[in-house]
């Protein structure tokens, strides 16, 4: 067996001798209707900016990588967020997250299989790469952290009051929908309001204290949020 292909053998058979395994179990981010801000609480926000959001909040779980990691000879872990996909008893997967700051990468050697998920074990610090093989290549003692970040979501029906800026003692505030992210379901409105006649600002069904406003930021506090 000349040296080219007994490393080729060689390389095949790190991967052949690793614990065979594919993502397992399920996991879908919890999505629920919520309004931001809280009820009570004091904000500012600036013009252009959203003053109340109500519609779908999401909570997506990461792995968080914070630095490189090399996996033997064959794939290379570059630090940032991973998305959870599967979950079960005994661990996570996870693929690299995109549209996110920070999204993380896997780079593999030109002779490595192809890889489809992160395996992170919940008991140990041990971090393994699952091929499209179903087989497993593995390292221990991996720094790393597990989060879950909130957003709100494009999917579903969503609505926000937006500040436009004061002019004189009046402001201006926008209201838009949108269904889906879709343009074509999207509806704008604008709405005045002279703080000489009352700092309370009511549309359908929202009420927001408003403490201060200039023409380029607002301070409030919201009341009540959107009817539902």
């Not at 909570?59 to 991973?82: C, F, R, S």
């Not at 998305?83 to 997967?93: G, K, M, Q, T, V």
């Not at 926008?174 to 509806?187: A, D, K, L």
């Amino acid at each position: 067996m000349n040296f080219k292909l007994k490393a080729l053998f060689l390389a095949s058979a790190a991967l052949i001798i690793s614990a065979c395994a594919k993502p397992s179990g399920s996991y879908s981010p919890k999505i629920s209707k919520v309004s931001r801000p809280p009820i009570g609480d004091i904000i500012t926000v600036k013009t252009g900016e959203n003053m109340l959001t109500h519609g779908n909040y999401h909570e997506e779980k990461y792995l968080t990588l914070p630095n490189k990691v090399t996996i033997k000879w064959a794939y290379t872990l570059l630090p940032g967020k991973y998305n959870l996909i599967a979950e079960n008893d005994e661990s996570r997967f996870y693929v690299p997250a995109k549209n996110v700051e920070n999204g993380g990468k896997i780079n593999k050697s030109s002779i490595a299989d192809s890889w489809q998920s992160i395996q992170a074990y919940k008991s140990l610090k041990k971090i393994c790469v699952v091929t499209t093989t179903d087989n497993t290549m593995c390292k221990f003692d991996v720094k790393y952290t597990q989060v879950t970040i909130p957003y709100f979501g494009d999917q579903g029906f969503k609505q926000a009051l937006v500040y436009n800026g004061k002019k004189e003692n009046k402001i201006s505030i926008g209201y838009r929908t949108f269904h889906n992210n879709n343009p074509q379901t999207r509806f704008n409105n604008t709405i005045e309001y002279d703080l000489d006649k009352s700092n309370i600002v009511v549309y359908r069904g929202a009420q927001i204290e408003v403490i201060e406003a200039t023409d380029k930021d607002i301070k409030f506090s919201v009341i009540k949020s959107f009817k539902k």
